[in-house]
Nanobody, 126 residues
């Protein structure tokens, strides 16, 4: 059974940085696409970034390019989201998600992923 547990969220000032972590179990990183999504207040859940072994990382959200990066520690079964130069519009609940794909789905839609963590809240103050 796939299990995902996020941590690392919190309150940060605009311009600051955070690292979100996702502890994973129950699957092999080699065969899965690893992604971060977010749900901003009043908005639908949206893809942020995805990582697969075969193609590396792809961005789903243009506004985070150059500010957010994704990485994984396959040995320790961790997925990370490094967020820098945070903006108030980055305020959201952030979720890690995984799916049994060799490549990241191009759509960036939540429906493509069936395994989710519970989410971690990030609040960026202006």
């Amino acid at each position: 059974e796939v299990q995902l547990v996020e941590s690392g969220g919190g309150l940060v000032q605009a311009g600051g940085s955070l690292r979100l972590s996702c502890a994973a179990s129950g699957f092999s990183f080699d065969n899965y696409a690893l992604a971060w999504f977010r749900q901003r207040p009043g908005k639908e859940r949206e893809g942020v970034i995805c990582l697969s072994r075969l193609e590396g990382s792809i961005y789903y959200e243009d506004s985070v390019k150059g500010r957010f990066t994704i990485s994984s520690d396959n040995g320790n079964k961790m997925i990370y989201l490094y967020m820098t130069s945070l903006k108030p519009e980055d305020t959201a609940v952030y979720y890690c998600a995984v799916e049994d794909f060799s490549f990241c789905p191009s759509s960036g839609k939540a429906i493509d992923f069936t395994s989710w963590g519970q989410g971690t809240q990030v609040i960026v103050s202006s």
